[in-house]
C-alpha cells in the first residue's frame, strides 16, 4: 500500500531504451501472457520490418488476437490478464511502467474482426481518434485525407453526415480502416479484418492493405492461408500459443522448415 | 381418452385464455376508473381542472394535486438523476468485480424498503430536521417530498441505468481504446451517447415512480390543496394526486369519491404515457445494438 | 519527490477535510462560525495560489494561470459571505424558510470542497488527460457514496430506535389501548395470510401467461398488446390498485365489506406483471435446442414444456414470485382501502372478515403518534416491517444462488 503510493508520488523517469536494427519497426522480446491461470503466449520473439506487411497465422485459439492486442496493449482492458516480456516500439518498451497505454494505442492503431463503426456520423467516426488525442487538425481535411486513403471517399463523399451504420459491411470495415489512420498511427494492426465480408470487398480490403504499406507498418491477422500468401512479406506461423516459425512468405509457404508449419500449410490439420 | 393432438391443443387455448385474463384486467382497472369517475366528469367538466379546492362549497379542481405532483417528481429527479447516473456508471464501468458483487445488493435493499417506512423515516426525522435547519412554519413541505421520492427513485435509475450501459456492445468500447482514448473518454463519448435512449427510460421510469408514490408522500407533503405563491416555493406545504386519494378516500362519501376516482384516472394515463415512452425508448437501444449489428 | 505532485496531494487533503466537515455540520446543524468557514476556504485557496505559481514557474502554458483564477473565486466567496446576514429571511420574498447563515457555510464547504478536491487530479497529473479521467473517477465515487448513505441513515435509525420495542409482548399479543401497550401478533398473521393468498392468487395467473408468452405467442400483434398491458400495469401506481380494489372486489364482490380475500386480490393484480416477467424471462433462458431436442423424440408440445422447460425454470419463476411478494408484503396504498382495519379484527379467520397488516398498523401509529405515547411501538413495528419485507427478498435471493441453473 505505502509503496504503490511512493510509487504514483515518484519523479516521472526516462523510460529504458533500445536501438532496434534499422529498418526494424517492432521487435516483441521474450513476450509471456496469461489469461488468469492459463497461458495463451509462450515466449514469443519476432521483427516487425518498416513498411512491410507481417502475417500471423495458426489454427483458431492458437493466439494469434491475444498476441497482436499485445501489440498495442488492448488486452489491458481484460482484468484477467497478466504480462511478462518486452514489446519495443521505435526503441521504446511499451510495457514500461513509465508508458502510457492510451499514448501506445495512438501510435498503434488497430481494426478489429467485426467492422465496429460508432454509431455516429461518418465524419465523426474518423475524427474521434483526433479529438480524444488532442490534436488539432481540421476536420474536414482529415476526414477527406483518411476516406481517400481508405479508397472510401468516392463511394461517400455526398453522405458524410449519415451514420455510420448504415453503410454496407465492406463499406464499415474501409471506414474502421480511415478511423484507424487518423490519429497518424506508424503501425496498423488487424484482426482477420476480412473474416466477416464478402469475396469482392475483401479484395477491395486486400489492395487497400497492400496501398498502406508505403506508408505505415502493417501486422494483419488471418486464417485464409491464400490472403496470407497474397498481401504479406513476411509470415508468422503459431500453434498453441507459440511461435512455431517466421521468415519470408514464399519461404514459408514453399519450404517450411518445421514439420507442423508445412501440416498446417498443406491443409493437413487446423 | 383424448388424443395426444387435441390435449396439445387444449392446452394451447387455456394458456391463452390466462394470458387474456390478465390483459382484460388492464382494460377492466380502466373501464372501472372511469366509469366511477364518469359521474363527477359530467357534472362539473373543465371546473375539475380549476385550482379551486373547497369540499364545503362543492368546488373540486385538481390543479393543486396535479401542480404538486409535477413539482415533487420533478425535484425528485433533480436529485435522483446526478447521483444515480453516476452510481450506475461507477457500478457497470469502472467498478472492480467484487465491489460491484458486494455494492449492487445495497441497491436492491434501497429498492426493497416498503414506501410507508420512507414515509414514517421521512417525517419523523427528515421533516423535523428541514424544520429545524429552515425555520419553515411547519414540518411538512414540498421539500421533504422531493427529498424522499429523490431517494426512492434512485434504485430505478441505478438498476435501469445500469442495464443498458452494460448492453452497449463490448467491440464499440475497444474500437475506441484503440485510437487512443482513455477509459473516461470512451466512457463519456460512446458508452453513453449509444446507452442515452436506456438511460432515458430510466429517467422517465423513475419520474413515474415518483408521480406514482402515495404513502411516502401523503405522510410529508401536507395535504394542502394550494399552489404555493410563489410557485417555486418548495419550503410550502401542499398535495399530490396520490396523496389527495388516499388521504381524502377514507372518509368520503358521494360525489367526492367520484372526483377521487377522476384524480385516478389522471395518474393512470400519466403514469402509462409515461411506461409505453420508456418502453419504446428500451426497444430502441436494443435494436440498435441487436438487430442492425 | 516530485513537488508538483506533493502540492496536488496536499490540496487534495485539505479539500477532502473540509468537505468532510461541512458534510459533518450540515447533518447536525452545527453554528459554525464565520471564522471557521473562511480559515476552510481560504486554506484551500492558498493552496491552489501555491500550485498556480508553482506551476507558472515550471511550465510556460496557461493552466497556471487557470488555477490562480480558481484559487481567487474560492477566495472572493469566502470573503463575500462576510455579509451574509444571520438569518436570511427569505420571508420578504413570499418564501417560506428563515435559512441561517450557517447552513450556507456548511453548504458551501461541502460543495467547494468537494469540487476542489476534484480539480487537484488536474495539476497531480499534470494537465494530462488522465488527470481528467481520475477526477471523473473520483467524482463517480462520490456519487456512489451519497447513493448508499441515505440507506445506512434509514437502516442505522430504524434498528437503533426499534430494537427495543421488539419484545416477547410485542409479538404475541393483540394491541391494548390504542397501541401503547400490547403488540401486533394479529398484524404479523394477517400479513401473512394476506401474501399467502395472494401467491395462490397470482401464481397461476402470472405463470400461465408467462408460458403463453414464452412458448405459444408467436411475435406479432397479440404479443405486443399483452407486454404494453403487462408494463403499462407494472406502473400503475399502488393507489390506483386500491381505488380499483375498493370499487370493484368491496363494492361490488362483497357489498362494501373489507376483507382478506379483497386485499389479496388486489396486491395479485399489483404483483401479477412482476410475475410475468420473471417467469417469461426464465422460460427464456432455457435454450430453443434443448426444446427442439425433446420435439424430435416424438413428444408434443405440452410434454416438452412439463418435462423439459418448465423443470429448469421454476427456482426462477419461484424468485420472481416471491420478489413480488416481498413487494406485496410492504404495501399499504392497496390494502387500506380493501382489507385492513387498525384493531379489532383480530387474528385472521376467514376470507372474508377484514384483518390486520403491519404496513397499516404503522400508518396507525404514525397518526397517533403525539396524541397517545406510541413513539417506540411505532419503530419496533417499522424494523419488523422491514425484518419481514428484506426476509422475504432474501429468501428469493437464496433460492436463485441455490437452483441457479447453468446451461
Ligand atoms: N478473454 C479471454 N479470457 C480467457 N481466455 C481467453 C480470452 N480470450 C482468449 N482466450 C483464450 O486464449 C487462447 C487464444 O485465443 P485467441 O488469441 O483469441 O486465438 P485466435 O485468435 O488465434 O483464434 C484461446 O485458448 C482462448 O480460449
Ligand atoms: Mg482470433
Known sequence: ?270 | ?293 | MNIRKLISLWIFTVSTVVAILGFWALATRMDVEYWMFFVALTLISASYYLSGIYHHMTEKDMNGVFMLFYASIVLMVAAFSFYLPEILDMRQWEINARIPNFFFYSLSMLFLGIFSSYLSFRPFYNFKKEGAQMGAYYMLYITMIFTLIPLFVILFNIVYRGAGGITWEFLTEDIISMGERGGVYPAILGTLALILVTAVIVLPLGVGTAIYLAEYARKGLAVRVIRTAVNILQGTPSIVHGLFGYAFFVLILFDGQKCLLAGALTLAILTLPIVIRSAEEALNAVPGDLRDASLALGASKWQTIKKVVLPPSLPGILTGTVLGLGRAAGETAPIMFTAVYFSGAGTPSSLLRPIQALPYHLLSLYRLIGYRDVDLQAWATALLLLIIVLGVNVSAIIIREKYRQRF
Open chain 2, 1 to 293: 381418452m383424448i388424443s395426444r393432438r387435441a390435449k396439445d391443443k387444449m392446452v394451447h387455448y387455456t394458456f391463452f385464455g390466462i394470458a387474456t385474463v390478465s390483459v382484460l384486467i388492464i382494460f377492466f382497472i380502466f373501464i372501472f376508473l372511469f366509469v366511477e369517475a364518469y359521474p363527477a366528469i359530467q357534472r362539473f367538466g373543465s371546473e375539475l381542472l380549476s385550482r379551486d379546492w373547497n369540499v364545503a362549497r362543492n368546488q373540486f379542481g385538481l390543479l393543486p394535486a396535479i401542480f404538486g405532483s409535477v413539482l415533487v417528481a420533478v425535484g425528485a429527479l433533480v436529485v435522483a438523476v446526478p447521483l444515480g447516473l453516476g452510481a450506475a456508471i461507477y457500478l457497470s464501468e469502472i467498478a472492480p468485480n467484487r465491489i460491484r458483487v458486494l455494492l449492487k445488493p445495497f441497491i436492491e435493499l434501497l429498492a426493497g424498503i416498503p414506501s410507508i417506512v420512507y414515509g414514517f423515516i421521512g417525517a419523523i426525522l427528515l421533516g423535523r430536521f428541514l424544520y429545524d435547519t429552515f425555520g419553515m412554519r411547519g414540518t411538512n413541505s414540498f421539500l421533504a417530498g422531493i427529498l424522499v421520492l429523490g431517494v426512492m427513485a434512485l434504485p430505478i435509475i441505478v438498476s435501469m441505468s445500469d442495464d443498458s450501459l452494460k448492453a452497449v456492445p463490448k467491440d464499440l468500447k475497444d474500437a475506441s481504446l484503440a485510437l487512443g482514448a482513455t477509459k473516461w473518454q470512451t466512457i463519456r463519448k460512446v458508452t453513453i451517447p449509444a446507452a442515452i435512449s436506456g438511460i432515458s427510460s430510466a429517467v422517465i421510469m423513475g419520474m413515474g415512480r415518483a408521480i406514482g408514490e402515495t404513502m411516502a408522500v401523503m405522510l410529508i407533503i401536507g395535504s394542502v390543496m394550494r399552489i404555493p405563491v410563489p410557485f417555486f416555493d418548495i419550503f410550502e406545504s401542499g398535495n399530490t394526486l396520490t396523496a389527495l386519494i388516499a388521504v381524502q378516500m377514507g372518509e368520503a362519501h358521494g360525489i367526492i369519491i367520484n372526483v377521487l376516482f377522476t384524480a385516478g384516472i389522471m395518474l393512470f394515463t400519466i403514469v402509462a404515457v409515461m411506461s409505453i415512452i420508456s418502453d419504446i425508448l428500451q426497444k430502441r437501444t436494443t435494436d440498435k445494438f441487436e438487430g442492425k449489428r
Open chain 1, 1 to 270: 500500500m505505502f509503496e504503490k503510493f511512493k510509487e504514483l508520488l515518484k519523479e516521472e523517469m526516462r523510460c529504458e531504451r533500445k536501438e532496434l536494427p534499422k529498418g526494424i519497426k517492432m521487435q516483441v522480446e521474450s513476450f509471456n501472457l496469461w489469461y488468469g491461470k492459463t497461458q495463451a503466449i509462450k515466449s514469443v520473439n519476432m521483427d516487425l520490418k518498416e513498411n512491410k506487411i507481417t502475417a500471423i497465422i495458426g489454427p483458431s485459439g492458437c493466439g494469434k488476437s491475444t498476441l497482436i492486442r499485445g501489440l498495442n496493449r488492448m488486452n489491458d482492458t481484460i482484468s484477467s490478464v497478466k504480462t511478462e516480456g518486452k514489446v519495443w516500439l521505435d526503441g521504446f518498451n511499451i510495457y514500461d511502467s513509465t508508458t502510457d497505454c492510451v499514448d501506445v494505442r495512438r501510435q498503434v492503431g488497430m481494426v478489429f474482426q467485426k467492422p465496429n463503426p460508432f454509431p455516429f456520423s461518418i465524419a465523426d467516426n474518423i475524427y474521434y481518434g483526433c479529438e480524444v488525442n488532442g490534436m488539432k487538425v481540421e476536420k474536414d481535411e482529415v476526414v477527406e485525407r483518411c476516406l481517400k486513403q481508405s479508397a472510401l471517399w468516392d463511394e461517400v463523399k455526398d453522405r458524410l453526415d449519415e451514420n455510420a451504420l448504415s453503410l454496407s459491411g465492406g463499406q464499415q470495415q474501409r471506414l474502421c480502416i480511415a478511423r484507424a489512420l487518423a490519429t497518424e498511427p506508424e503501425v496498423i494492426l488487424m484482426d482477420e479484418p476480412c473474416s466477416a465480408l464478402d469475396p469482392i470487398a475483401t479484395a477491395k480490403i486486400e489492395d487497400l492493405i497492400d496501398e498502406l504499406k508505403n506508408h505505415y507498418t502493417v501486422v494483419i491477422v488471418t486464417h485464409n492461408m491464400q490472403q496470407a500468401a497474397r498481401v504479406s512479406d513476411y509470415t508468422a506461423y503459431m500453434y498453441l500459443g507459440e511461435l512455431i516459425e517466421f521468415g519470408d512468405t514464399t519461404q514459408i509457404f514453399e519450404n517450411p522448415q518445421e514439420n507442423s508449419t508445412e501440416k498446417y500449410i498443406t491443409g493437413r490439420f487446423g
